[in-house]
């Protein structure tokens, strides 16, 4: 008999799914195994994990251990990967172990051509879902943080979680409100700190001596009294992916006290002596030929005019050389990478599926905000008639109402003004992904300068630098491992003299040929 593994995994969300169990799932693999006579020797279990990770104890066990198996059995592809670099790998390796990973729903998928384009696509699919679900997720807790409930989970020192006793909507059933034992000392500390009479340390210390711990139970650092007094959760407002919202939390520290507060900081802080270190985009990717050692950014203002340079420490002042020419160097780069017509039609499909989704979801709340704005005009229209026509309210009672239904009126009106909006953007991100397909120069070019990073970490491991020019290159480990399963296809991997680049060189230096979305996913969801 044929030795065989069974691997199977659920998500926390999925627990009671039916037909997704971890039971249902064994249940369904160790059948097929007794009717093609495979002997399961053991099966690996993840409860509770996400597939969009390779992190996975039971997962890593089993990979660990390919010698003794000939199968895999899966319930289906998504059990195993829902990333498509994850599948890819986990497919190179099992190739390379001689080990057939068989999908008990997915008959089609075997080790023909055929079935390895059609894994490739559902691996890309499973990608892709788990890429809507997250981007669904985060659409919530922006939209509860637009209405003023902190999205964060567990709120700084001197708040807590509560349920709400008079909730509105589903935003609105858990709010922030004062820690009966903490906020009394945080609001103290921000008076002794503004009064300049101690320090961070000290403020630290005591805190600690009162018993008081940390959100994550742990003991009081200064680190964390330094975030605490620069946070201006503590006056009603919060942060929310880089973006400041206005809170319906209660405010713990008045607005002069705050204030106060970050004079005294930024005083102090004017009194040290700092090394910048400075983070340009090819920080970390650059060495230098001729040392072998890594080259190091650094920003100067001369004449009220920035300079950036690299530079090798060892080598010193022959090395420096304009960030300018060498970021310009790397974006010809990039125009010389072509992606396959087979993933420009594959984006291209992607890109048809979340408009529909857009255009739907867009409709969707339309119809559900429209509704709750009739509700709400219903009710208001009708205490105005019990009061002024029925005479069966009392004036109090009317501006009760009136207090309850308005604020709810406003919030919906803002939101529908806001659907547009959102919308509009999201047009704009699907011409990201156009551009994309079409053009990964032009895309590189036009991103931002954390894209460019994502960009740049994903294709490549370093750039070797000599005489103001790129002259080689190392690709990413990513990359390598789509090279070896042929997924990818790199033409060159040497560069010609910068010289030739900078003449605009014609010559292909990378071809991408991979129908992989979760390479578009990375880069622009």
């Given at each position: 008999m044929t030795n065989a593994y069974i691997y199977a995994r659920v998500s926390t969300e999925e627990q009671a799914k039916e037909g997704q169990s971890i039971e249902a799932q064994l249940r369904m693999c160790r059948k097929y195994a007794d009717e093609n006579n495979l002997e399961v020797i053991n099966a690996f279990v993840d409860e509770g994990k996400s597939a969009t990770t390779m992190n996975r104890q039971?997962?890593?066990?089993?990979?660990?251990?390919?010698?003794?198996?000939?199968?895999?059995?899966?319930?289906?592809?998504?059990?195993?990967?829902?990333?498509?670099?994850?599948?890819?790998?986990?497919?190179?390796?099992?190739?390379?172990?001689?080990?057939?990973?068989?999908?008990?729903?997915?008959?089609?998928?075997?080790?023909?051509?055929?079935?390895?384009?059609?894994?490739?696509?559902?691996?890309?699919?499973?990608?892709?879902?788990?890429?809507?679900?997250?981007?669904?997720?985060?659409?919530?807790?922006?939209?509860?943080?637009?209405?003023?409930?902190?999205?964060?989970?567990?709120?700084?020192?001197?708040?807590?979680?509560?349920?709400?006793?008079?909730?509105?909507?589903?935003?609105?059933?858990?709010?922030i409100v004062f820690d009966d034992v903490t906020a009394p000392h945080i609001r103290t500390m921000f008076k002794q700190y503004a009064s300049g009479k101690t320090n961070i340390k000290e403020l630290a210390k005591e805190l600690n001596e009162l018993g008081i711990k940390s959100p994550q139970k742990s003991i009081i650092h200064p680190s964390l009294v330094s975030r605490t007094l620069q946070n201006p959760f503590y006056i009603g407002s919060f942060y929310w992916k880089k973006k400041l919202y206005s809170g319906n939390h209660e405010q713990l520290v008045d607005e002069a006290t705050f204030n106060q507060v970050q004079k005294e900081l930024e005083k102090r802080n004017a009194n040290r002596s700092r090394k910048r270190k400075h983070n340009l985009l090819l920080s970390g990717l650059l060495f230098y030929k001729d040392s072998g050692n890594l080259m190091w950014g650094s920003k100067k203002i001369k004449n009220g005019k920035e300079y950036k340079h690299y530079f090798c420490g060892e080598t010193g002042k022959g090395s420096y050389t304009s960030a300018k020419d060498l970021e310009t160097d790397i974006e010809k780069i990039f125009r010389k990478i072509e992606i396959s017509e087979g993933y420009k039609e594959e984006v291209l499909e992607i890109a048809k599926t979340i408009l529909k989704e857009n255009r739907s979801d867009k409709e969707a709340n339309e119809l559900r905000l429209k509704k709750e704005l009739a509700k709400y005009k219903k009710a208001i229209s009708e205490a105005e008639d019990d009061r002024y026509i029925r005479h069966i309210i009392t004036s109090e009672q009317l501006v009760r109402i009136l207090d309850k239904y308005k604020p709810l009126l406003k919030k919906v009106n803002k939101e529908l003004g806001k659907l547009d909006i959102n919308y509009d953007e999201k047009v704009e991100q699907l011409e990201g992904i156009l551009i994309l397909a079409e053009n990964i120069g032009e895309s590189y070019a036009r991103a931002i300068k954390p894209l460019k990073r994502e960009y740049l970490l994903l294709f490549f491991k370093k750039f070797w630098v000599q005489h103001g020019e790129i002259i080689n290159y190392e690709l990413s480990k990513d990359i390598k491992e789509l090279i070896e399963n042929g997924s990818v296809l790199v033409k060159s991997s040497r560069l010609p003299l910068l010289d030739s680049l900078r003449n605009g060189h014609e010559g292909q230096l990378l071809k991408i040929n991979i129908e992989d979305t979760n390479m578009f996913n990375t880069l622009i969801i």
């Open positions: 039971a997962l890593q066990e089993m990979l660990g251990s390919l010698k003794s198996v000939s199968i895999i059995l899966v319930q289906d592809t998504d059990r195993i990967a829902r990333n498509t670099l994850d599948h890819l790998k986990i497919k190179a390796l099992l190739k390379k172990n001689n080990v057939r990973l068989i999908s008990i729903s997915q008959p089609l998928i075997d080790d023909s051509p055929e079935g390895n384009l059609i894994d490739t696509l559902l691996a890309a699919s499973n990608a892709f879902q788990s890429q809507i679900t997250g981007r669904k997720t985060s659409k919530v807790m922006e939209q509860k943080a637009e209405f003023g409930w902190y999205p964060g989970g567990t709120p700084p020192l001197g708040y807590r979680n509560a349920d709400n006793p008079n909730p509105t909507s589903s935003l609105d059933k858990r709010i």
